[in-house]
């Protein structure tokens, strides 16, 4: 227990220190994206009849005055000290608007990973039992169609039918747990059909390996080979799968927010780009993206514990 606790203590530290440029590579080029936003932000914060001395006077309170390196160092420097600025629609700091909307938007992503998770290994599973018989084509026609539908489209969908015709679920808001369960479902659909044909994929070709093989010929059960010997080898590739969904469902709870109208990061974040709010922007892309990079340094971490082939 200490060695693994160990390996995974120097897998993380290694992991920690290739992540590092990542995040200051999507600070320069969150910055830059959200500056190339057409629209002044200082003409919005004032008003469309404010004069041109008091839009003057805005560009200055928020540093637009001041050339872009400048801003950007600025910008760097709060940041790593948690201050991602003020916003500009609401006059609050963003770190507390963000702090206010994260767990909804983690809540949302965590529970679509399991969703997905279970879904995806339960559905891979099956299909590679019943390989090549109509379990098998059914499973996989149907993990293809999840893999292939926008997650805006699904989210209609469901609301469609389980809110509008059938009435068993609230269809927008956070009222009550059951509003979450659509978006949730939604986030982790999707995601299950790429764990499932993984799953699949990964298991058929440890089943091929010769201690599996030696297993059967061996007489142990079919059950126990598939339990105790092929699926926690397959695990490497389908853990990498999940911790990419993961980071993949943070992103994708921008729309699934707006279409549920949830008060997460993504619907703050579209808000703030149809305001021009660049702290609300930068701020919330940052962290989003700080912690894409995060989780799949520690997918990267759990890999290198797993199966030492792949360690750094």
Do not use: C
Not at 38 to 55: K, M, R, W
Not at 104 to 126: I, K, M, N, Y
Not at 207 to 229: F, I, Q, S
């Amino acid at each position: 227990m200490a060695g693994a606790a160990g390996l995974l203590a120097r897998s993380l530290a290694a992991a920690a220190g290739r992540t590092l440029p990542v995040l200051a590579g999507i600070s320069l080029l969150v910055f830059l994206i959200v500056h190339a936003i057409p629209g002044d932000p200082a003409v919005i914060a004032a008003g469309l009849e404010a004069g041109p001395e008091t839009v003057e006077r805005i560009r200055r309170d928020l540093g637009l005055d001041r050339p872009l390196p400048v801003q950007f160092a600025s910008f760097v420097t709060r940041a790593l000290q948690g201050d991602l600025g003020i916003s500009i629609r609401t006059g609050l700091p963003v770190a507390q608007e963000i702090a206010d909307r994260l767990p909804f938007t983690l809540l949302l992503a965590a529970a679509g990973a399991v969703v997905a998770t279970v879904t995806g290994l339960s559905a891979g599973l099956l299909a590679a039992v019943f390989r090549n018989r109509w379990v098998d084509h059914l499973v996989m026609s149907l993990t293809l169609v999840a893999v292939s539908t926008p997650s805006y489209w699904l989210a209609l969908m469901l609301m469609l039918t389980f809110s509008l015709q059938l009435g068993l679920l609230p269809s927008i808001g956070i009222g009550t747990p059951a509003h979450f369960i659509l978006p949730i479902a939604t986030l982790g659909l999707q995601s299950a059909g790429l764990v499932g044909r993984m799953t699949r994929a990964t298991l058929l070709d440890v089943l091929k390996e010769d201690y599996v093989r030696t297993a059967r010929a061996n007489g142990v059960p079919a059950a126990r080979v598939l339990w105790r010997h092929a699926l926690p080898n397959a695990l490497v590739p389908i853990t990498a799968v999940i911790g990419l969904r993961f980071g993949g469902l943070l992103a994708g709870t921008v729309l699934v927010e707006s279409v549920f109208a949830i008060p997460g990061v993504g619907r703050m974040m579209v808000d703030a780009v149809l305001a021009r709010d660049f702290p609300m922007v930068q701020g919330g892309v940052l962290v989003v993206a700080s912690l894409y990079v995060v989780v799949n340094a520690v997918t990267d971490a759990m890999a290198g514990v797993l199966d030492p082939r792949v360690r750094a």
